[in-house]
C-alpha cells in the first residue's frame, strides 16, 4: 500500500476536532497522528510528529491561526497547511494565506470537498472556497502594479487549475525547471507567498477570471 497522508488537526473545539478525525478515518490513504487545541500546540506538535498536512482552526486562544501558520512555515517549509473557519471574515483568509496556507475552507464544508483539499495539500496543490475568494477579489485591490509576461499569464491560469510545475511543464512543452522559474517569477511579482496566494491576488487584480 502506498505510504499514507500523515495529518495534525488543529482546533480548540474537542467536538470539532472529533468530527475531522472521523473523516479523517474513513480513507485508507490519510492517517490522523495528532491533534492539538491552540497555535503553540500545534508547533510542538508538527516538531514532535512531522505531519505532511495540517488542518487549521484560524480562532484559537493563546496562539491564532495565521501565527501558528506563519511559524510553522518558516520552521517547517515543507509542511502543507490548510486553514479552517466557520468565520466568513476577509481579513483572516487574507492573514492565513499571507502566512502560508495553502488552502482555506469553512468548517461546514462537505466531508468530499475537505478530503480532497488534503489530497490536493500533499501534492503541493491548494484549494480556497470559494466565498473566501470572492471576499478576497472584493477587497482592496489597488495595492499591486503588476507586469507579467506572456508566457508568466500563460502559466498563471494553469496554477488556477490546479496543475502542478510538471503537469504545466508537459502541457507547454518545456523544462519543469523553466516552468519552476516562471513560478518564481509570478509569486515575487504578485508578493505572493503561495500558489494559492498568486491566485487570490491575480483574481482580485482582474489578471484572471474566477
Known sequence: MAERTRILVVDDHKVVRKGLRTFISVN???ELVGEAGNGEEAIEQVAALGPDVVLMDLKMPVMDGPTAIARIRDDFPDVRIVALTSFDD???AQRA???GAIGYLFKDAEEAELISAIRLAAEGRGVVAPEAMQALVHG???EYAVRLTEREQEILGLLTRGLTNPQIADKLVISVST????VHN???KLGAKTRTEAVTIAAREGLIDI
Open 28 to 30: 485508507d490513504d490519510l
Open 90 to 92: 476577509e481579513s483572516l
Open 97 to 99: 494565506l499571507e502566512a
Open 140 to 142: 482592496a485591490s489597488d
Open 179 to 182: 516552468v519552476n522559474f516562471h
Open 186 to 188: 509570478i509569486l515575487d
